[in-house]
């Protein structure tokens, strides 16, 4: 299972709207070009290496989400190599797991908001020791980015307008090349609340940029 086709959201008028990631490319991230340039100067083709570190991230992914539905997984799209990275990711995420243990209520599932008008898909909304998780799940083998805490405040209000109630919020990154394993970032509502308010103007720019009526700016304030 490669990466899904990039996917269209659409309201309740049929109108396509845009994905929270979409959304969050109007950001400028400065730690890509870095990196990237970095690569350059190696001799290495980052578009190349991206995709590789892609298709490992795209199946630990799958394997997570598998062992959340209690499917079985199929590989046949991959190499041996990504199938060992992407198992020994896994891996750190069952280790995680057997610590946290979750009763999935929602996995990947698509989500609109009427209200605020984009569309998403929140990795994993779980029972978790008593509390309602929304949890995300990253493979990047350095550091939790500002734009990832964005990026679930969003869903949080995706799953907010669905009449779900959200008490915790994690991101959990899962590095290939940390022999540690998983690195939690419990998200507090003040996080949240200020990585939405971003997400929104994220989202006003957009629309702007598409002759659209910006609608969150107000909306929020």
């Given at each position: ?12 008028a049929?109108?396509i709207i845009?994905?929270v990631?979409?959304?969050l490319?109007?950001l400028?991230k400065?730690?890509?070009?870095k990196?990237a340039?970095k690569?350059g100067l190696?001799g ?8 590789e ?6 199946l630990?992914?799958y394997f ?8 079985v997984?199929?590989v ?9 990275a992407?198992?020994?990711?896994y891996?750190k ?6 610590r946290?243990p ?5 996995v990947?599932?698509?989500?609109v908001?009427?209200?605020y008008?984009?569309g998403g898909?929140?990795?994993l ?10 949890g ?14 964005y ?12 009449g ?8 959990l ?5 940390d ?13 949240l609340?200020s ?9 006003d720019?957009y ?7 910006p609608l ?6």
């Amino acid at each position: 299972m490669k990466a899904r086709a990039k996917e269209h959201y659409r309201n309740a008028a049929g109108e396509i709207i845009p994905s929270v990631t979409t959304v969050l490319n109007e950001l400028n991230k400065p730690a890509l070009v870095k990196w990237a340039n970095k690569l350059g100067l190696q001799g290495v083709d980052s578009d190349r290496y991206k995709d590789e570190l892609a298709d490992i991230g795209t199946l630990t992914h799958y394997f997570i989400m598998c062992h959340l539905q209690e499917e079985v997984p199929n590989v046949s799209e991959y190499s041996p190599v990504q199938v060992d990275a992407a198992k020994a990711c896994y891996k750190k995420y069952v280790d995680w797991e057997l610590r946290n243990p979750v009763r999935p209520l929602l996995v990947e599932e698509a989500l609109v908001s009427e209200k605020y008008q984009f569309g998403g898909r929140p990795d994993l909304f779980a029972l978790c020791s008593g509390l309602f998780l929304l949890g995300d799940f990253k493979t990047n083998a350095k550091g939790i980015f500002p734009e990832m805490v964005y990026q679930v405040a969003a869903y949080r209000v995706l799953l907010i307008e669905q009449g779900y109630r959200v008490t915790r919020a994690v991101i959990l990154r899962i590095g290939r090349d940390d022999p540690e394993g998983c690195e939690e970032r419990i998200l507090t509502p003040a996080e949240l609340d200020s990585g939405f308010e971003i997400f929104a103007r994220c989202l006003d720019i957009y629309n702007i940029k598409r002759g659209n009526k910006p609608l969150c700016t107000a909306l929020i304030s």
